[in-house]
């Protein structure tokens, strides 16, 4: 059973979420400050992580900075009004999706369900080798030049995506379609983000060509191919 960890200081939000959570396979722990949080986090093994925006001790945005420093467990984040700066600040700090609040939960179970099965092995798939990069679908791990590259789940699926079709171009809106699984609430300024923090991530390699007005592709040369650049 996926155990997720709730930290919002809404205390009459966890009973009833975590019943409803446990209809869909979901084990909730919630925490109502960050330090409990963080705590709990360093303690046991959750498989993702809720995080309120308006929280006691300081904000959603800053623990949010806080977890990513110390893991790359999925989080989804519950943004006050769903206001688009708290979406763009949330995926720049390392989000992998958020969530407007006042929300339905199963909405929320959607968005869980989405983000966990982004990290579900696929025993089939084999590594994938390009110049300076080695990516592995089925350990969801990635080496830049012989090192280990630590991404967040929505950073290794965008650049899986652009692997297994390097050359192709995807469009923004196809990129949010196919990391999202629905097409509710795209804005185009999300993808831009999670581009620009998987290129740092693999510096020095420029591995992502932008085509203006077009969208993105993979433009390494493949170990095994011809180049795509």
Known sequence: MPRILLIDDDQALGEPLAAYFE????????????????ALLRQQRFDAAILDVMLPEQDGFALCRAIRAESDIPIVMLTAR???????????????????????????VARLQTVLRRRTPRASDGCLHFDGLVIDPVTRTVQRQGEAVELTSTEFELLLLLARQPGRVFGRDEILNLLRGHEADLYTRAVDILVSRLRRKLEPLDPIRTLRNAGYALALRSAQGPAHA
């Open 23 to 38: 209809r869909f396979g979901f084990a909730l722990v919630q925490a109502l400050r960050p330090s409990a949080g963080l």
């Open 82 to 108: 769903g206001e688009v700066m708290d979406r763009v600040v949330g995926l720049e700090l390392g989000a992998d999706d958020y969530l407007p609040k006042p929300f339905e939960p199963r909405e929320l």
